[in-house]
């Protein structure tokens, strides 16, 4: 039976500057027990579906065309006060960000019961019977006591699972998911999945779930609608999709996702998405300036880094008295070394400490305890500014977010010729130039970029300033926080690329972090494993994958998406 | 460089900035008001009619006339005469010098103490910026007024008599500034801890950059928006201020009275039935204060992107 039907929806998003169409000739169907994917990369449209369908869509969007049906009666046009019966009641929503979407003051018993006596016939005594029932559904435990807390002492799976709660206890037909494991682990991600899978089943709903991931696609969805930029370029059974796609688009798409089963050299077929710029030309090291005078001493020994007994601790409860202060030991007694020319990867889930260990070796953070030796020297032991910058020269970093990575004040050029000029590495002011616009060519983004400022660039195009920037003191050592988890998969699969090209060519110690399994066998030589601030486990990529030694690094490997079925190609 | 100038200016008249300024004639009015208050005051030598403070040119025979359109008045004094034979306009265009000048310099020394204050305080954290936190909250528990008779009585006190009307504008520049800087202080404050934990910050860290030049040369420009937004704000509040000492007394001397001077010296002859000498000069101001507001506040949320 057709639950949701969609036909011919456009939708457009007027502005000074002409209309933005954000979906165009949308058509699906929506039977009853089925999950229905929508992947796409950010801009696509995806969510411009979902609220086109409540409602819901930020002013100044507007559906221009098309017509919306649930159980074959039209829902599109309907005044407020029938929309607002429908949302909720009939089509239940889940959204991203399980901090936000619960009200921070009311309890869950407070947000269940209202939400299930304004739509269903029930009495409070009866509504707070059916809020348990859901919440023991939903695989809270204790549900008769946990339903009297607040949203903030849950977990943000366990908050998760209460959004769901909250969108199934009125018993709709239909549930839109916007993104619904974006924001949890790998761990919580796999159980949330294996839920909403079960409901659905179980209860006889339709579900649509809207991601840019294609593990989650490949865990749950029947169907699969790829969308590209508002158009919808492909829809069909997912194993179909993903394992034998019929659009270059999709098949560029797929290829992007990194494999969690085998170790390619590089990702094939990146180039459909984003303009390339310009196209990446190998240099030659001994003449070109990343070469020259690195000033580098031959490596004391095989091991470019060391980390002996790290420690870190945060203040959680301060007092006078040095016994009451309570701490969060976010480091714990972490050992590894790291050999010259390798690419390490440190691979935990969020809490694990892994960011705070690279702050503590670049200097950001002043360990607690233990020692960084970076090529025979203490780090932590160093007393001078003028010595310490001697080596700060030497390892840069690249991060996370490349929305507040570069300071939006600043333009691309000054950002990048901003460590050339500190650290004194170029004579004159049009070397500095002609640098800048070489490292800009380098990293595939032209020279043009140096005159603009980084507002005008999209996520990809900036984690690529920014790994200019870091290649401008002229660096032996790399960390990478996190390079590209804030990035669509095509574009993460070209900055990876560019990555490896760098780390081949200058033959950069690379240490990168990253929550993302299958990155991490993309990318790293060895691999350490960390959870709750300790190391678990240290070992070579492939050992790790195919005979992982510790029951955490087992369990990790488990939840992993497993993406069967996805097509061969590259 | 006329390239990079054409350049900026076509990105200027695309910007939403200008887009929004030009949607709104509430805004394009309170601009062309102050622009034109500010351009005759400070050409007032050209474009008043008369020097009020050049005896040769006023006649104590001509004291008290009313404005022009109102029986007795001449078309040689608009705007009418004081009690000494001046004509209202053109003190009025001299006076409004002085209170622009008294309100731009207080601002902008309000705006240097609180920028470093709030960036040492916000960068810092820990005591110093709890010392340097209570030391605002202890000033914001003082009305401006008193602050600034504080500083007039210790001025008069340590100065030689003679001096004090000579620096009485500037005196009155210290107070007002003192007793503004703590609204910089903290917006500049909250928004430096906001910005100190951003990744571009920590690159900065990265490249070995010394604190001062991070504040300076990354943290400063990224929380200039809002201190920009509270100074025009303040401009009118600091005009006032003025206003309101030199009608106390405390401000700037009869001789080169400011637009509060002004209103105090025709207060006196308000009851008399001379009104004018005291109205106009009100009416400059009320004016002046509020087409600045109103491009404060415009500004305000046209610099907001959750507004736009």
């Known amino acids: ?570 | 460089m006329p390239e990079y100038f054409k350049d900026f200016w076509r990105r200027f008249f695309d910007s939403d900035i200008w887009w929004s300024f030009k949607s709104s004639p509430l805004v394009v009015v309170a601009s062309i008001v102050t622009f034109i208050m500010i351009f005759s005051s400070v050409f007032a030598t050209y474009v008043a009619p008369f020097n009020p403070f050049d005896l040769a040119q006023f006649d104590l025979m001509d004291n008290l006339k009313p404005p022009v359109w109102m029986e007795d008045g001449t078309s040689k004094f608009l705007l009418g005469t004081d009690d000494q034979g001046r004509d209202v306009l053109s003190t009025i265009l001299y006076g409004s010098r002085v209170s622009l000048l008294v309100g731009f310099l207080s601002v902008i020394f309000a705006m240097i103490i609180g920028i470093v204050v709030g960036l040492v305080a916000g960068y810092s954290g820990g005591w110093v910026d709890a010392v340097l936190m209570r030391i605002a909250d202890v000033q914001l528990s003082f009305p401006a007024i008193l602050i600034a008779l504080l500083v007039d009585g210790i001025v008069r006190g340590i100065l030689p008599k003679g001096s004090h009307d000579e620096l009485a504008v500037y005196v009155l520049i210290v107070a007002i500034a003192l007793s503004f800087w703590v609204q910089y202080a903290r917006t500049v404050r909250s928004s430096t801890m906001v910005e100190r934990t951003k990744e571009y910050v920590q690159a900065a860290q990265v490249i070995g950059l010394p604190q001062p030049l991070i504040l300076l040369r990354h943290i400063l420009p990224n929380v200039m928006g809002p201190v920009l937004v509270i100074a025009t704000i303040q401009l009118a509040l600091a005009v006032i201020t003025e206003a309101t000492l030199s009608f106390l007394g405390v401000g700037v001397p009869p001789t080169s009275p400011s637009l509060g001077t002004l209103i105090r010296v025709g207060n006196d002859y308000l009851f008399s039935g001379e009104w004018w000498i005291t109205v106009f000069p009100g009416l400059a101001l009320v004016i002046l204060v509020l087409a600045v507001n109103i491009l404060g506040d415009w500004l305000r949320d046209a610099l907001n992107p959750k507004l736009r």
């Open chain 1, 1 to 570: 039976m057709t639950l949701l039907k969609i036909e011919g929806m456009r939708v457009e998003f007027p502005s000074r500057r002409g209309s933005v169409v954000a979906a165009k000739d949308v058509n699906l169907e929506l039977a009853s027990g089925e999950i229905l994917g929508i992947v796409g990369e950010s801009g696509a449209g995806k969510s411009t579906i979902a609220n086109a369908v409540l409602d819901l869509l930020d002013p100044p969007g507007i559906m221009p065309k098309g017509k919306v049906f649930l159980e074959g009666e039209r829902i599109d046009g309907l005044s407020l006060e029938q929309m607002r019966k429908i949302r909720g009641k009939r089509i239940g929503m889940i959204f991203q960000d399980p901090l936000t979407s619960l009200n921070p003051l009311q309890t869950i018993q407070e947000q269940l019961v209202e939400t299930i006596t304004t739509h269903l016939p029930m009495n409070n005594k009866q509504a707070l019977e059916r809020s348990i029932e859901m919440l023991e559904k939903v695989g809270i435990p204790e549900p008769a006591i946990r339903i009297k807390h607040y949203p903030h002492q849950f977990s943000g799976g366990m908050r998760q699972r209460v959004v769901i709660a909250l969108s199934l206890c009125a018993e709709p037909d239909v549930i839109l998911a916007d993104e619904p494991t974006t924001a949890l682990d790998v761990s919580i991600q796999a159980q949330i999945l294996d839920l909403m899978r079960k409901l659905v089943k179980e209860t006889g709903v339709g579900m649509i779930i809207i991601t840019h991931d294609m593990g989650v696609i490949s865990d749950v969805c029947d169907r699969v609608m790829v969308m590209y930029r508002g158009d919808v370029v492909e829809i069909g059974p997912t194993r179909k999709i993903l394992g034998n796609p019929d659009h270059p688009y999709t098949r560029s798409l797929i290829s992007a996702v990194p494999r969690p089963d085998k170790r390619l050299h590089r990702f094939p077929l990146v180039e459909y998405i984003e303009e390339a710029g310009v196209p990446y030309k190998p240099i030659d090291i001994k003449t070109h300036w990343l070469g020259q005078a690195r000033d580098f001493d031959k490596p004391k020994s095989d091991h470019l880094i060391s980390i002996k007994n790290l420690e870190m601790r945060f203040l959680t409860v301060d007092s006078v008295f040095k016994s009451k202060r309570k701490y969060l030991r976010a480091v714990d007694d972490v050992s590894f070394d790291i050999r010259e020319g390798e690419v390490f990867g440190l691979v935990g889930e969020s809490g694990s400490g892994k960011s705070t260990v690279a702050r503590l070796i670049c200097g950001i953070y002043k360990p607690f305890g233990g020692q960084v030796i970076f090529d025979g020297t203490d780090l932590t032991a160093l007393g001078s500014r003028r010595v310490a910058n001697h080596y700060r020269r030497q390892m840069q970093m690249i991060f996370q977010d490349p929305f507040s990575s570069l300071n939006g004040r600043m333009r691309v050029g000054d950002i990048v010729a901003e460590p050339i000029k500190f650290h004194k590495l170029a004579s004159s002011n049009a070397e500095v130039k002609s640098i800048v616009n070489d490292l800009l060519d380098h990293v595939g983004l032209g020279a043009i970029a140096a005159k603009k400022f980084p507002h005008e660039f999209s996520g990809g195009q900036r984690q690529r300033i920014s790994i200019a920037r870091a290649l401008a003191t002229r660096p032996r050592f790399l960390i990478c926080d996190e390079p590209t988890s804030a990035l669509d998969v095509s574009i993460q699969a070209q900055v990876l690329n560019l990555l490896k090209d760098l780390q081949e060519e200058l033959s950069l110690t690379m240490l990168f972090i990253s929550h993302d399994l299958p990155v991490i066998r993309q990318v790293c030589d060895r691999v350490a494993v960390m959870r709750d601030g300790k190391l678990v486990e240290v070992a070579d990529t492939e050992d790790l994958f195919e005979a992982p030694q510790t029951d955490y690094s087992r369990h990790l490997l488990e939840l992993m998406p497993r993406l069967e079925g996805l097509s061969g190609a590259g």
